[in-house]
């Protein structure tokens, strides 16, 4: 079986998506499935050099739309070639402009690939709720009556990456009639076995945190990622409590205003921005740390959480994060709610457990992640679900 898929961009910056592409793929060659990738990245992106499957590379785009002119053209040459095409995330060119090539061909009479959307959680009714949003609310609505429920209706499926985020995209939109809804889950390839030189490459990023204790958010710096109430909380407890470990806060997007809020805000000796950590140091960020944290407003899945877990750290979210019923069934963290209140009450209670209580949490969050989230079990569902 051959899978086109089509995604807006790959550069790691961009988030889970991509990362979750990278992880399923080698997994699904084992499994008979060979996959070419479409993003409208530049050619001679340094990140599409690095893969060891096909990327096509179509950019660069025009406007916040980000519409692509050679999209057409090369899915008008290449379409056909394969059995099934997956859409990765809405609202952007790739969306549309893929389904209406597809159905261009449809048209003509000529069998085309089953086609699937995974809206990787853009469905979600956060991002029509939240206050900061109201204007691009607005936005997704218009874009939803134009072009995007054609997309969600019209495809042969849309693919969800857990069952909380099928249920909530039931909430968002109407008219929403999908022809079929398909919980395939989602997985990471098994991290590296821990050796001592992740540990020194994260020290070279961040070497104020030698030998000393912390706790880690790892993600993208953004509002919706709850880290100024993180922030703030622990700001708070470090009053209360001297002897904490410290804050570590990585990912991208400290150049931003709100990344730079952050800095400000967070100006203290244990307080520590190293900025996006990838590689080696990202590996020794989540073996060298006592717990992970993710205060989310809303969170498709959180590939870094399942990270975490399978590094045999606890992992404290927030109940927006949608594997957090996994989570807490297994034991293998704290869940709370995402305001200042629900992540400083469970700081306070982090920092009272035994050590004893916070290994036994973390190899709990190991076994979730062996149980669930391993990259063998998501590629066999996934393949399982578009055959």
Same mark, same amino acid.
Request: charged content about 25%.
């Given at each position: 079986m051959k899978v086109l898929r089509i995604i807006h961009s790959m550069n790691p910056k961009s988030g889970g998506?991509?990362?979750?592409?990278?992880?399923?793929?080698?997994?699904?060659?084992?499994?008979?499935?060979?996959?070419?990738?479409?993003?409208?990245?530049?050619?001679?992106?340094?990140?599409?050099k690095k893969e060891s499957f096909k990327i096509h590379g179509i950019g660069p785009t025009i406007g916040p739309y980000s519409y692509c002119p050679r999209l057409n053209q090369w899915l008008r040459a290449n379409l056909l070639r394969f059995d099934v095409v997956i859409i990765h995330g809405l609202w952007q060119y790739n969306s549309y402009g893929a389904f209406r090539v597809?159905?261009?061909?449809?048209?003509?009479?000529?069998?085309?690939?089953?086609?699937?959307?995974? !809206?990787?959680?853009?469905?979600?009714? =956060?991002? %029509?709720?939240?206050? $900061?949003?109201?204007?691009?609310?607005?936005?997704?609505?218009?874009?939803?009556?134009?072009?995007?429920r054609k997309v969600i209706n019209g495809a042969d499926g849309l693919l969800f990456t857990c069952e909380q985020e099928l249920l909530l995209a039931r909430e968002t939109f109407w008219p929403y009639h999908p022809k079929v809804?398909?919980?395939?889950?989602?997985?990471?390839?098994? !991290?590296?076995?821990?050796?001592?030189? =992740?540990? %020194?490459?994260?020290? $070279?990023?961040c070497p104020e945190i030698f030998n000393r204790p912390y706790w880690l958010f790892l993600?993208?710096?953004?509002?919706?990622?709850?880290?100024?109430?993180?922030?703030s909380a622990y700001l708070k407890l470090k009053e209360k409590y001297a002897d904490i470990p410290d804050l570590v806060i990585a990912g991208p997007g400290l150049n931003t205003s709100y990344g730079q809020s952050l800095q400000i805000m967070g100006k203290s000796k244990s307080i520590h921005f190293p900025g996006m950590l990838e590689g080696a140091a990202k590996w020794g960020a989540f073996y060298g740390c006592k717990a992970f944290m993710l205060p989310s407003h809303q969170e498709n899945f959180g590939i870094a959480v399942v990270e975490a877990m399978a590094c045999a750290k606890p992992v404290l979210i927030s109940n927006q994060v949608n594997i957090w019923r996994e989570v807490e069934k297994g034991e293998g963290g704290v869940i709370f709610e995402d305001n200042e209140t629900g992540v400083y009450t469970m700081l306070e209670n982090i920092i009272k457990q035994t050590k004893e209580?916070?290994?036994?949490?973390?190899?709990?969050?190991?076994?979730?992640?062996?149980?669930?989230?391993?990259i063998e079990k998501a590629a066999l569902k996934m393949v399982e679900s578009i055959r």
């Open positions: 998506p991509c990362q979750g592409i990278r992880n399923s793929i080698p997994a699904q060659v084992a499994l008979g499935v060979q996959s070419e990738v479409v993003c409208f990245d530049v050619p001679d992106a340094d990140f599409l597809w159905k261009w061909f449809k048209k003509q009479k000529i069998k085309v690939p089953k086609l699937y959307v995974m !809206p990787h959680g853009m469905l979600d009714p =956060y991002f %029509q709720r939240a206050p $900061s949003r109201k204007l691009k609310a607005v936005r997704n609505w218009l874009f939803w009556k134009l072009v995007e809804e398909l919980n395939i889950g989602y997985g990471i390839q098994l !991290p590296p076995i821990f050796e001592k030189r =992740y540990q %020194q490459e994260f020290i $070279s990023k993600s993208r710096i953004h509002q919706k990622k709850g880290v100024d109430l993180l922030l209580d916070q290994i036994s949490m973390g190899e709990n969050a190991a076994k979730v992640f062996q149980s669930n989230y391993t």
